[in-house]
């Protein structure tokens, strides 16, 4: 794993990031389509909360079998005041966290790695607000980022996701996923996964996409935390990168 520490003008402070290879890498032929990865440290195999995603591990194995391209994971640690700088504007910075990702860290990247410049190879994903964020770049840099996920997303403080999106008659992202669980967390069985919330989200959606290029999920029984969502990343992978 390439690990490396990039400062960000637009947030005024260094980002860690951490970026894995499909395997084979170096007997592979670029440039690779990337995918960046919110809160990188819950992504990696038995690495964070609850065991980690295991993204890195579920990507090898779902290339290995012709499931997927081959593609570089580039994980963003949280940033510092995470909320605040996930939030969507005029209260978040998500504006100028995607305006890092587009003009610092995939520029930087490519000075050393083969990362195709074709928006439609490069996504991002999150989950919580981390989801808030992704959904957000793929709307604030659709020049840079084609490709969403936005898992279990929570109502955020700053202009509401929903009417943000409602606003668009056309989403401007070539493939977006959204999806969510029913359930919150273990001691909390009565609270859902902000599930009407993630519903309205793809409702109007599913409005403003092309067929095929659009895909929610409403994962039954599912609680909010990486255990769940390691479940789900496979079909993530599969749906941006097939």
């Keep these: 794993m390439f690990k490396v520490n990039i400062f960000s003008p637009q947030l005024g402070h260094l980002v860690h990031v951490e970026v894995a290879f499909p395997p084979g890498y170096r007997g592979l ?30 990507a090898a194995d779902l290339f290995r079998k012709g499931r997927i391209r081959p593609i570089l994971l580039v994980g963003i640690l949280s940033p510092p005041d995470r909320d605040h700088v996930f939030g969507p504007p005029p209260g978040g910075r998500a504006d100028r966290y995607a305006d890092f990702i587009a003009e610092t860290l995939l520029a930087t990247l490519r000075r050393n ?9 490069v996504g991002i994903l999150g989950a919580s607000f981390g989801s808030n964020a992704a959904l957000f770049a793929g709307l604030h840099r659709p020049d840079a980022i084609g490709l969403v996920a936005a898992m279990s997303g929570a109502p955020h403080f700053g202009k509401p996701l929903d009417a943000i999106l409602a606003g668009y008659r056309q989403l401007p992202m070539r493939k977006l996923y959204i999806d969510c669980g029913t359930r919150w967390a273990y001691d909390q069985p009565r609270q859902d996964d902000s599930t009407a919330f993630n519903r309205a989200l793809m409702s109007i959606a599913r409005a403003r996409m092309p067929r095929g290029r659009f895909l929610g999920i409403v994962a039954r029984g599912h609680f909010h935390n990486e255990e769940f969502w390691r479940k789900r990343v496979g079909r993530v992978l599969r749906f941006l990168y097939g």
């Design 29 to 58: 032929r670029g440039p690779f389509p990337a995918l960046v990865l919110n809160d990188a440290q819950n992504q990696w195999t038995n690495r964070g909360a609850y065991g980690g995603w295991h993204t890195d591990s579920i």
């Design 113 to 121: 790695m083969p990362i195709s410049r074709n928006p439609a190879d």
